[in-house]
T-cell receptor
Framework: DTGVSQDPRHKITKRGQNVTFRCDPISEHNRLYWYRQTLGQGPEFLTYFQNEAQLEKSRLLSDRFSAERPKGSFSTLEIQRTEQGDSAMYLCASSSRGLVSGNTIYFGEGSWLTVV | GEDVEQSLFLSVREGDSSVINCTYTDSSSTYLYWYKQEPGAGLQLLTY?????DMKQDQRLTVLLNKKDKHLSLRIADTQTGDSAIYFC????????????FGQGTTLQVKP
């Protein structure tokens, strides 16, 4: 199965530490998204890449958050100086830019972050 | 602004039909999606519908769209215990990014 892959699946970190999550999209997909989901809520959009260009960022993405997609393939999401409010599941999704296939947006299994 | 609303909980008996409802506010939405999430897992794309369609059927799933009322529903025929999960409705705006706005999810409980 070559779906969207995320690593690590679970991360427990102490407040103030930095964490990094990795996402490998479906191989032919040039669009990549990061979302955040807290308990009992739907996913909220964080940022979007088309190839290596970061084209949109949500106001939810404070300056402690940075996302990269250096070669237009995998992406990383780094959170610096983590706070307890950062505890959530971080979801990555990908899609292609095709007229039909671009309508299908596939999500990974998510990376759970717990800040203690 | 963009907003998507869903009822929080639905309980049905195995073999019955389930209907999960969703309302949205963005009249420029191009596509509307239904995703399924099982405990501790990511989101599984179930189906989507283009905004100029009224209905889409895919095996046990039927999606109805009332664009005038901005109302979307997902009907699951012959609901099984394996259908127990959280179901999310999402809208995609007219921009080119493909960004989705999600509802808060409806928990479907299927009783044997």
């Amino acid at each position: 199965d070559t779906g969207v892959s995320q690593d690590p699946r679970h991360k427990i970190t102490k407040r103030g530490q930095n964490v990094t999550f990795r996402c490998d999209p479906i191989s032919e997909h040039n669009r990549l998204y990061w979302y955040r989901q807290t308990l009992g809520q739907g996913p909220e959009f964080l940022t979007y890449f088309q190839n290596e260009a970061q084209l949109e960022k949500s106001r939810l993405l404070s300056d402690r958050f940075s996302a990269e997609r250096p070669k237009g393939s995998f992406s990383t999401l780094e959170i610096q100086r983590t706070e307890q409010g950062d505890s959530a599941m971080y979801l990555c999704a990908s899609s292609s830019r095709g007229l039909v296939s671009g309508n299908t947006i596939y999500f990974g299994e998510g990376s759970w972050l717990t800040v203690v | 602004g963009e907003d998507v609303e869903q009822s929080l909980f639905l309980s049905v008996r195995e073999g019955d039909s389930s209907v999960i409802n969703c309302t949205y506010t963005d009249s420029s939405s191009t596509y509307l999606y239904w995703y399924k999430q099982e405990p501790g897992a990511g989101l599984q794309l179930l189906t989507y519908i283009f905004s100029n369609m009224d209905m889409k059927q895919d095996q046990r799933l039927t999606v109805l769209l009332n664009k005038k009322d901005k109302h979307l529903s997902l009907r699951i025929a012959d609901t099984q215990t394996g259908d127990s999960a959280i179901y999310f409705c999402a809208e995609r705006g007219s921009g080119n990014t493909g960004k989705l706005i999600f509802g808060q999810g409806t928990t479907l409980q299927v009783k044997p």
